[in-house]
């Protein structure tokens, strides 16, 4: 074992990985996926030795104590780059706070706040040479690795080897924990008629030979769908995931007429369903390659007809879009949607989509019914958060059509909006336009 650096003296139980956290320690946990289930399990078991430690991290898969439980919040403060349900409620106990972003410049920004002190993530099961992979992520990680006094990595052969920037050789981590958990699955959400609509109407502006980036949810996975029909699709996407397998299968992805990584799917995350796993497995097609690389705008706009899909959650009448707040509450984050709308924008022949149903359904606040509320508005709900600017939207589509909004002025844009909001409150949307002089 002493051409793999001497691996066996760094396997340590995680109990003794336990004793390396200090009061005060700043933390970088892996993504998702890429999260060290058994050190994050067992976290909130060390709280009455230490104090204010910090734990980053980005879409927890787990509903780990140490942030769940209101009375660890003197031991514990997670901070999220990108809101999960769990993180929503615990919002409330103040053992959670967010942390403002554009996903390619996270890790870059918080090493000039602060350096870690500790990196905690999975990987692979070390090969013959040495090395491991980081498996289903390279967002932050790659640089979080370099920068961290300490690398912690439970390792685990169920964790996909993907090639990339995930490839790391032993040498370069301190400690290892051999573990052997299941990889968090999350499954394809369900297409409804809506979703159906929505995907053609974007589907349909989309040419053949387009490089794809592509969300999660009902509408994201309705325009992959849609899309089983084109032909020569490439992939650069922040986050590769079932739909893109399942257009592989069909034919329609080959990245034959990419503009840069011809012939590769390039991604800076993996998540999804165990198929996914099984596909990105030492597949040299896809790429998972460093997060500050792959949502750069201006990497992503070196794709010739680029195409970026993103979901909101409320548009104004002048294209500011809402995608991470509901008023003030923190619901997801902004994530890559800057980064992937400028950069299709930057593209030859690029287009950039926010997608999102005409209406929501909400309690009313003084009778406490049910009602329909529309998702275009005059203006944004107090305390939204702009997580797209209006400078920086191109089309907007809801089930009742498609607004071209590059190049427009307001009062064209409020038009264009109106049209595609919901019949019901169009004449509602053009009064208070009018009211409020948005022209």
Known sequence: MSKLSNYQNKVIPVDEALLKIKSGDHIVSGLAGAEPQLMLSRLHEIHERVQDVHIMTCLPMGLYDFYTVPEYRDSFLMEGW?????????????????????????????IDFRKPNIY?????????????????????EVEMIEAADLVILEMNPNVPRTFGDTTLHISQVDFIIETDYKMPELQPTAINEKDKIIGKWIADLIEDG?????????????????????????????????????????????????????????????????KLYKFIDDNPAVAILDGAYVNDPHVIGQNVKMISINTSIEVDLTGQCCSESIGTKQI???????????????????????????????????????????????????????????NDVDYVVTEYGVASLRGTSIRERVKRLIEIAHPDFRAWLKETAEAYKIW
């Not at 905690?120 to 932050?140: E, F, K, T």
Request: glycine share 12%.
């Open 120 to 140: 905690i993530g999975n990987c692979s099961w070390i090969d013959a040479h040495g090395y491991v992979s980081l498996g289903l992520s390279a967002v932050y």
């Open 210 to 274: 387009s490089t794809i980036q592509l969300g999660i949810g009902g509408i994201p996975n309705a325009v992959a769908d849609a899309l089983k029909t084109k032909k020569h699709l490439g992939i650069h996407t922040e986050m590769f995931t079932d739909g893109m397998v399942d257009l592989f299968e069909s034919g329609a992805i080959d990245n034959t007429q990419k503009s840069i990584h011809r012939g590769k799917m390039v991604a800076a995350f993996a998540l999804g369903s165990e």
């Open 82 to 110: 990108f809101y999960s349900g769990p993180m929503r409620k615990c919002h409330d106990y103040k053992n959670v706070t967010f942390i403002p972003n554009h996903l390619h410049f996270s890790a870059k920004k918080r």
């Open 332 to 390: 997801s984050g902004t994530g890559g949607q800057a980064d992937t709308a400028i950069g299709a924008q930057n593209s030859k022949g690029g287009k950039s989509f926010i997608a999102l149903y005409a209406t929501t359904t909400v309690k009313d606040s003084e009778t406490g019914k049910l009602v329909e509320k529309s998702k275009i508005v005059p203006i944004l709900s107090p305390g939204a958060i702009v997580s797209l600017s209006r």
